[in-house]
């Protein structure tokens, strides 16, 4: 049997630039951490921003810090039918030619000309992990979520190795919804 890997869903998130937050929150601004998430060293913030679109707004979507050296916008594609944006499935940090929108903050506006992406759902493994489940960094594999009334695989999963990492898979909104993945969570790795 193949070793269980915990899913969690990744919702709508900012990633931002120093320069950004400062744009967005003032001048000497930092992002507030609130809560440590699964891999280490990430963080949810304080912090919220209005994500326009030309279409419609959704407001108070969480920053996820540490800052990066690009602000980028993870949505699901429903979230991008209601912005009126298109956002390309990528990996997150793969921005080029994405989707633009506006960042709305309590002290300032930024706009992206590029930086709106449906993450492509992937797992996050160390290398060890990696050698126990047969697998390599950036191989494309599928995996079956085991719901109780939802069970369903999904394919086109890409595989991130890193001694920096913690075991777990991420998935957008659309795809847990459609999983039924909540609470507590596993898939496995079908070869």
């Known amino acids: 049997m193949s070793k269980k890997i915990l899913v969690e869903t990744s919702a709508r998130h900012v990633h931002l630039t120093r320069e950004d937050v400062e744009t967005l929150f003032g001048a000497g601004a930092t992002l507030t951490h609130k809560k440590d998430l699964s891999q280490p060293g990430q963080f949810a913030c304080e912090e919220r921003v209005t994500v326009v679109g030309p279409k419609k707004s959704i407001p108070n979507v969480i920053i996820l810090g540490p800052e990066r050296p690009a602000s980028q916008v993870e949505i699901s594609l429903t979230d991008a039918r209601t912005l009126?944006?298109?956002?390309?499935?990528?990996?997150?940090?793969?921005?080029?030619?994405?989707?633009?929108?506006?960042?709305?903050?309590?002290?300032?506006?930024?706009?992206?000309?590029e930086g709106v992406i449906a993450a492509k759902r992937h797992i996050h493994m160390t290398p060890e992990d990696a050698a126990e489940l047969n697998v390599e960094d950036k191989e494309i594999v599928s995996v079956k979520i085991d719901s109780a009334d939802r069970s369903l695989v999904l394919g086109d999963v890409v595989v991130r190795v890193s001694p920096k990492f913690a075991l777990a898979m991420h998935i957008d909104t659309d795809e847990s919804n459609a999983a039924m993945a909540f609470g507590e969570c596993y898939g496995t790795i079908e070869k």
């Open 84 to 113: 009126g944006v298109a956002a390309p499935v990528r990996e997150s940090g793969d921005v080029a030619n994405s989707g633009p929108c506006k960042l709305v903050g309590p002290c300032g506006e930024v706009e992206l000309t």
